[in-house]
């Protein structure tokens, strides 16, 4: 089945830009959907269709996607970006839907 | 405003059987398809089950397939999943979702709490 493979953690400074990288074979023919979620709080969709951002996400947030990574870019990155985020597509082979391992961003 | 509201949950004994709810509101729940993911303590993301907006159309991952079944009732905006043989490891907070035209998951539900343990 396929997989999608993320750092367990990134650290970033206040100000400073995170990138969050989901790993997959030949990504970059699918298109990826990116969610935040904070502790105690169910996820929200922060990006979509690779790098569209639904209306009240900061344009701060930014996607992108090509050949076997795709990545969550997060500029001037605040203390309240500190959550987990988690990439997801659709495989079509099995018809199923799959999540990454899920990020934990931590700003210092 | 779109809202999804679960409904149910609680603890049951390995084996037992639980079904709860997930009523929606703020948008026109028969053109939209619907998701169940869960979350197991501590872990990440896990997609569950999915049925298209007509009902005509259900998926299932392998850890459920054979003992989870999705279901709605459109006329009452209503989304459901019925737990079977229920395991320690399907221990976990159940998210409904919204799933968007597009395959991504655009609302979420607060999530339902379900203890498998004895």
């Known amino acids: 089945s396929y997989v999608l493979t993320q750092p367990p953690s990134v650290s970033v400074a206040p100000g400073k830009t995170a990138r969050i990288t989901c790993g997959g074979n030949?990504?970059?023919?699918?298109?990826v959907h990116w969610y935040q979620q904070k502790p105690g709080q169910a996820p929200v969709l922060v990006i979509y269709?690779?790098?569209d951002r639904p209306s009240g996400i900061p344009e701060r947030f930014s996607g992108s996607n090509s050949g076997n990574t795709a990545t969550l870019t997060i500029s001037r990155v605040e203390a309240g970006d500190e959550a987990d985020y988690y990439c997801q597509v659709w495989d079509s082979s099995s018809d199923h839907v799959i999540f990454g391992g899920g990020t934990k961003l931590t700003v210092l | 405003e779109v809202q999804l509201l679960e409904s149910g949950g609680g603890l049951v004994q390995p084996g037992g059987s639980l079904k709860f709810s997930c009523t929606a509101s703020g948008f026109t729940f028969r053109s939209y398809g619907m998701s169940w993911v869960r979350q197991a303590p501590g872990k990440g993301l896990e997609w569950v089950s999915s049925?298209?907006?007509?009902?005509?159309?259900?998926k299932y991952a392998d850890s459920v397939k054979g003992r989870f079944t999705i279901s709605r009732d459109n006329s009452k905006n209503t989304l459901y999943l019925q737990m079977n043989s229920l395991r320690v490891e399907d221990t976990a907070l159940y998210y409904c979702?919204?799933?968007?035209?597009?395959?991504?998951?655009?609302?979420w539900g607060q999530g339902i709490r379900v203890t498998v343990s004895s």
């Open positions: 049925m298209s907006g007509t009902g005509e159309t259900t």
């Open positions: 030949n990504i970059g023919s699918k298109s």
């Open positions: 269709y690779d790098s």
């Open positions: 979702a919204k799933r968007s035209a597009g395959g991504s998951f655009d609302y």
